[in-house]
């Protein structure tokens, strides 16, 4: 098998691993280049590259999924909490590997804008309850880090939110 083929199939490992792809990463990499059963590659910065772009990948779909209403009702939603986790997790390591995440913070921006509304908005109505997992000051807090303007933030926000404790 060439190292082409080898590395795209570690990538989609990646892709598809689980809440925390940075330990999917760390096992290819020993994989790859260490591991008996392995290729024993010697990788350079080159071919890292696709492997730490399907981390961030990784992070941000997960972000992503957790600032989803649809997503709400699923087990695979962990709430807004999580999402500030893996914010975290994701902006880290983009800084760490030199990987841009301006683009990845607009999208999340947006996500967070558009899900926050559409909660206030249906709980306010009567349709759910909050499914808010977090204190107010948490979400202002990812709110601000996110680039967000503190005046947009949606009226009746803090009533949905938990009690910080």
């Given at each position: 098998?060439?190292?082409?083929?080898?590395?795209?199939?570690?990538?989609?490992?990646?892709?598809h691993?689980?809440?925390?792809?940075?330990?999917?990463y760390?096992s290819?990499?020993?994989?790859?280049?260490?591991?008996?059963?392995?290729?024993?590659?010697?990788?350079?910065?080159?071919?890292?590259?696709?492997?730490?772009?399907?981390?961030?990948?990784?992070?941000?779909r997960?972000?992503?999924?957790?600032?989803?209403?649809?997503?709400?009702?699923?087990?695979?939603?962990?709430?807004?909490?999580?999402?500030?986790?893996?914010?975290?997790?994701?902006?880290?390591?983009?800084?760490?590997?030199?990987?841009?995440?301006?683009?990845?913070?607009?999208?999340?921006?947006?996500?967070?804008y558009?899900?926050?509304?559409?909660?206030?908005?249906?709980?306010?109505?009567?349709?759910?309850?909050?499914?808010?997992?977090?204190?107010?000051?948490?979400?202002?807090?990812?709110?601000?880090?996110?680039?967000?303007?503190?005046?947009?933030?949606?009226?009746?926000?803090?009533?949905?939110?938990?009690?910080?404790?």
């Open positions: 098998m060439e190292i082409e083929e080898i590395l795209a199939e570690e990538r989609l490992l990646i892709l691993s689980g809440e925390i792809p940075e330990i999917a760390h290819s990499l020993l994989y790859l280049s260490e591991d008996e059963d392995g290729p024993r590659l010697d990788l350079d910065e080159i071919d890292l590259m696709p492997l730490k772009e399907a981390v961030f990948e990784r992070y941000k997960i972000l992503l999924r957790d600032l989803n209403p649809r997503n709400r009702d699923k087990s695979i939603y962990r709430g807004v909490a999580r999402s500030i986790v893996n914010w975290k997790r994701m902006k880290g390591f983009a800084q760490k590997e030199g990987l841009d995440w301006s683009q990845a913070r607009e999208e999340a921006a947006r996500a967070l558009a899900f926050l509304h559409n909660e206030v908005e249906e709980v306010a109505s009567g349709v759910r309850s909050s499914s808010i997992n977090c204190s107010y000051e948490e979400v202002v807090e990812f709110w601000s880090e996110l680039g967000l303007d503190h005046e947009e933030l949606p009226k009746g926000l803090k009533e949905i939110c938990e009690e910080p404790g």
